[in-house]
């Protein structure tokens, strides 16, 4: 059973235009969502997060839309770049301040950006 | 300020010999995490560690599989008998301790091949 799902395998763009990725998730226990980019045989790379007491996150030219009645979020690239083109993985955890550490991530399968002269 | 490291990047077993992944966390950070991920598939979490503690294995396989992390040294993911099945690529990530919702950070990951 697929919690976080990312239905587009697959995107690409033009240089200069926007990048739009999209992740739905299926737990409502979720309330911490984290975009991370990987390169082939790197590890993953944090980019930016969003709690479920917000609605929008933004930091340089990536911001994160989460619609918790949709339980949908997106990742928008603006603009877009050739160094931008990577995997990118949504995650959803479960809350962590308790512990003070940080719950277990939960993964989708990854959303491959290729963004083209 | 280095970041989460691990050792070796590329290691090959052959069957039913044994794995020892090792990862160092990012300087301050006490919680450690392991992930392995398969061929076309995204992260999938194994088990989550403090100092001298597990906290959460349920991703954990019940057999051959076990993680430590003491009280100095690396955390350590022992692969005991390794299998075909278990060739992937493995990434720790480490989180800092504090209050509220703690990103982690990955390290470069240990592509375990298994002949």
């Known amino acids: 059973d697929q919690q976080v799902k990312q239905n587009s395998p697959s995107l690409s763009v033009q240089e200069g235009r926007i990048s739009i990725l999209n992740c739905d998730y299926t737990?409502?226990?979720?309330?911490?969502f984290l975009w991370y980019k990987k390169y082939p045989a790197e590890g993953p790379t944090f980019l930016i997060s969003?709690?479920?007491?917000?609605d929008k996150n933004e930091d340089g030219r990536f911001t994160v839309f989460l619609n918790k009645s949709a339980k949908h979020l997106s990742l928008h690239i603006v603009p877009s770049q050739p160094g931008d083109s990577a995997v990118y993985f949504c995650?959803?955890?479960?809350?962590?301040?308790?512990?003070?550490?940080?719950?277990?991530?939960?993964f989708g399968k990854g959303t491959k950006l290729t963004v083209n002269p | 300020n280095a970041g989460v490291m691990q050792n070796p990047r590329h290691l090959v077993r052959r069957r039913g010999q044994e794995a020892r992944l090792r990862c160092s966390p990012m300087?301050?950070?006490?919680?450690v995490y392991w992930y392995r991920q398969l061929p076309e598939e995204g992260l999938k979490f194994m088990v989550y560690?403090?100092?001298?503690?597990?906290?959460?294995e349920s991703g954990m396989p019940k057999e051959r599989f076990s993680a430590e992390f003491p009280k100095e040294g690396p955390s350590i993911l022992r692969i005991q008998q390794v299998v075909r099945g278990d060739s992937a690529a493995y990434f720790c990530?480490?989180?800092?301790?504090?209050?509220?919702?703690?990103?982690?950070?990955f390290g470069p990951g240990t592509r375990l091949t298994v002949t």
């Open positions: 990530a480490s989180s800092p301790w504090r209050q509220g919702l703690n990103e982690q950070y």
């Open positions: 737990n409502s226990m979720f309330d911490y």
């Open positions: 969003i709690s479920s007491i917000k």
């Open positions: 995650a959803a955890s479960e809350g962590g301040g308790g512990q003070g550490g940080s719950e277990k991530l939960v």
């Open positions: 300087k301050g950070h006490s919680h």
């Open positions: 560690l403090q100092k001298e503690n597990i906290i959460d």
